[in-house]
């Protein structure tokens, strides 16, 4: 492995000047949280890219036969490597995303009645160079494995090579973005506000008639794309109107991905697990007073505890399937967490590893998030799909890395838009329970999404 440090550099100014390398990877702390926002990191050219299309798994375009996520694992083992603690803690490995109808490769779940984009529900690059940004230190480094190479000598040669080509490139100037262009019309949802109340007042009927506890009931927005519109510059002004700690850009070809994601899906650290589900939110208001009325508000709903409550449990109990049983624990139980335009409810929950697991059996076991299906989590699934018709794809899936040295970071992929064509989707949804209020419940899904708007549209352009 060859380490190199270079002058502090924003990671938005570092992507824009890596902007025109195939397959770039950008996984982007742009809150700047103490905890949470601490590294970004970006990565390009890819030595190889892992895909799942219709549950059937591909390297380097060519078909393999078996479990997607066993191929997966056994991907990563080609190519072992010991973790540097000193270091950011991605140091090369597989990055990209992983859809959410990816449940069907884990649950016999029948598919939506429509496709929506029609894109892999996974695309993973494998990266040899990663560029690493400690926020808190502002210190950026190029860490470079030399992989696929498998003999030292070569691979030493090729590490130092990959190492001084990256640094060239982030040497340059910074180009300067065009405007975002707006979109050609107006967004549509595939729900109307009367549809969506009456899809919330139907989960309720399930759940008082014992069928379920809990579902995640979301919107789908489109909107078409002017051929001036430029994705770099949206993702931009995204990250600045709603920073988040999880958020990312994944540009695959036609393929773009903006994510302003809060949410940690799971943390691995050695054998350390953390994940954070967010359950509840409320709208901000640029009246402090009113602000702090709202926080209060939430911190103290029956309704949205015991939302947030429900996913504690089923998380633990995903968790208990693949670690030791008498680590699961809940540090933080319904915090409150404020960001640009909403308040949310956070818990975490930690765990150990158990011997002989791995981060790709610890994504198995709680995949998909909890916090974005409901409880129980195949039930639940179930009705979203009844209800939702559409494929998700992406939406409420995970971004992120898993580093060849067994180490993971990924997020729940909200607050997230795919762009593709001339095509711009996305989703925000909202937690229903018995006690739910099917019009605030409507309410919340587009205070969720307002901002989404706003970086598309300077005046605040709504679903139509």
Not at 136 to 164: L, N
Not at 253 to 280: C, H, M, N, W
Request: aromatic share 8%; glycine share 8%; net charge negative.
């Amino acid at each position: 492995m060859h380490i190199s440090e270079f002058q502090w550099i924003e990671p938005i100014h570092a992507m824009q000047r890596l902007a025109g390398m195939a397959n770039l990877t950008f996984l982007d702390s742009a809150a700047g949280h103490e905890a949470l926002g601490r590294y970004s990191y970006l990565a390009c050219d890819p030595f190889g890219t892992f895909i799942v299309a219709n549950a059937q798994a591909s390297w380097k375009g060519q078909l393999i036969e078996g479990d997607p996520w066993d191929v997966l694992r056994g991907l990563l083992a080609e190519y072992p490597q010991k973790h540097r603690p000193e270091l950011p803690p991605f140091q090369g490995g597989a990055a990209g995303f992983f859809g959410y109808d990816l449940n069907r490769t884990l649950e016999r779940l029948a598919p939506p009645a429509t496709s929506g984009q029609r894109f892999p529900e996974a695309i993973l690059h494998f990266y040899d160079v990663i560029v690493s940004f400690d926020q808190r230190s502002q210190r950026c480094f190029i860490v470079s494995t030399g992989w696929p190479e498998q003999d030292p000598a070569a691979r030493a040669e090729r590490a130092h090579a990959r190492a001084d080509e990256l640094a060239a490139l982030l040497a340059a100037r910074t180009p300067k973005l065009p405007p975002v262009a707006e979109p050609v019309v107006a967004w549509e949802s595939n729900f109307s506000r009367g549809d969506y109340i009456a899809a919330v007042e139907r989960v309720i009927e399930l759940i008082l008639a014992g069928d379920l506890f809990q579902a995640n009931i979301a919107q789908r927005f489109t909107a078409r794309l002017s051929g001036s519109f430029d994705p770099l510059a949206f993702y931009g002004r995204l990250r600045s109107m709603n920073p988040a700690p999880f958020a990312a850009l994944l540009r695959y070809g036609k393929l773009t991905i903006a994510s302003s994601s809060p949410e940690r899906f799971l943390k691995l650290d050695g054998r350390t697990v953390e994940t954070r589900p967010i359950k509840g939110t409320i709208a901000r208001s640029g009246d402090a007073k009113e602000d702090q009325r709202r926080a209060e508000l939430l911190r103290n709903s029956e309704k949205d505890r015991a939302e947030n409550i429900m996913i504690v449990d089923l998380l633990r109990n995903d968790l208990s399937r693949v670690c030791t049983a008498d680590s699961v624990a809940v540090p933080v139980l319904c915090g409150l967490e404020s960001y640009a335009s909403v308040h949310h409810l956070v818990s975490v929950v930690t765990a150990e590893l158990a011997q002989g697991q791995h981060a790709i059996t610890l994504l198995k076991a709680c995949f998909p998030g909890g916090s974005i299906t409901g409880a129980p989590k195949v039930r639940s699934m179930e009705v979203i799909c009844e209800i939702e018709h559409v494929a998700r794809e992406i939406y409420c899936g995970s971004i992120g890395f898993i580093g060849f040295d067994g180490h993971m970071d990924t997020n729940i992929a909200i607050r997230t838009v795919t762009i593709r064509d001339d095509m711009a989707v996305f989703h925000a949804g909202s937690g229903i329970t018995a006690l739910s209020d099917p019009e605030a419940e409507y309410d919340e899904t587009i205070a969720k999404a307002q901002r989404v708007f706003d970086a598309f549209d300077d005046n605040n352009h709504g679903a139509s």
